[in-house]
T-cell receptor
Framework: GDSVTQMEGPVTLSEEAFLTINCTYTATGYPSLFWYVQYPGEGLQLLLKATKADDKGSNKGFEATYRKETTSFHLEKGSVQVSDSAVYFCALYLWDTGRRALTFGSGTRLQVQP | EAGVAQSPRYKIIEKRQSVAFWCNPISGHATLYWYQQILGQGPKLLIQFQNNGVVDDSQLPKDRFSAERLKGVDSTLKIQPAKLEDSAVYLC??????????FGQGTRLTVV
């Protein structure tokens, strides 16, 4: 079945450090890929998305590139802030199946220390 | 634009009791989802509606869970009877039928 695998957390970084959170996927078709973020006590918010190979999604300094050859969509940020502390979820969406819903990874908690 | 509204935010019940959650999607969104998020895991789809019809309920434990979306707008998710393993956050999301879904803040259920 379709699935998403993320690196386990927590990831603990100092402010202004470089961030990478790995995400790989398995899909029967050609998915759209997403990163969602969940701040403490809040719901999931869309952070960025990419819909085809080699597309780069970006938002708030975060970036991720859709790599079809490695079935990956790693999240990166050049300089993290304390306010980036949250749980990050990688997800996929398949258009060409009857079930058109997001499939999520298990999430990666990011803790940024001042 | 108002977001997805869910209530209650928190609920504590004893096992074998029943509980219901309510969701009001973004106006005009035909697609509505209920997800279950167990602590430390990613959200798992329970049921998906298109207007007031069920598109996918393959992962809904139908012996105890039920959901409805009357008139194609609001939705309720019910658990009866609850088990300890049902402790989770229940997330409602809605979409215009595209790949982008908008999530509510969720209802945190604790079964004791």
């Amino acid at each position: 079945g379709d699935s998403v695998t993320q690196m386990e957390g927590p990831v603990t970084l100092s402010e202004e450090a470089f961030l990478t959170i790995n995400c790989t996927y398995t899909a029967t078709g050609y998915p759209s890929l997403f990163w969602y973020v969940q701040y403490p006590g809040e719901g999931l918010q869309l952070l960025l998305k990419a819909t085809k190979a080699d597309d780069k999604g970006s938002n708030k300094g975060f970036e991720a590139t859709y790599r079809k050859e490695t079935t990956s969509f790693h999240l990166e940020k050049g300089s993290v802030q304390v306010s980036d502390s949250a749980v990050y979820f990688c997800a996929l969406y398949l258009w060409d199946t009857g079930r058109r819903a997001l499939t999520f990874g298990s999430g990666t908690r990011l803790q940024v220390q001042p | 634009e108002a977001g997805v509204a869910q209530s209650p935010r928190y609920k504590i019940i004893e096992k074998r009791q029943s509980v219901a959650f309510w969701c009001n999607p973004i106006s005009g969104h035909a697609t509505l989802y209920w997800y279950q998020q167990i602590l430390g895991q990613g959200p798992k789809l329970l049921i998906q509606f298109q207007n007031n019809g069920v598109v996918d309920d393959s992962q809904l434990p139908k012996d105890r869970f039920s959901a409805e979306r009357l008139k194609g707008v609001d939705s309720t998710l019910k658990i009866q009877p609850a088990k300890l393993e049902d402790s989770a956050v229940y997330l409602c999301a809605s979409s215009l039928g595209t790949d982008e879904a908008f999530f509510g803040q969720g209802t945190r259920l604790t079964v004791v």
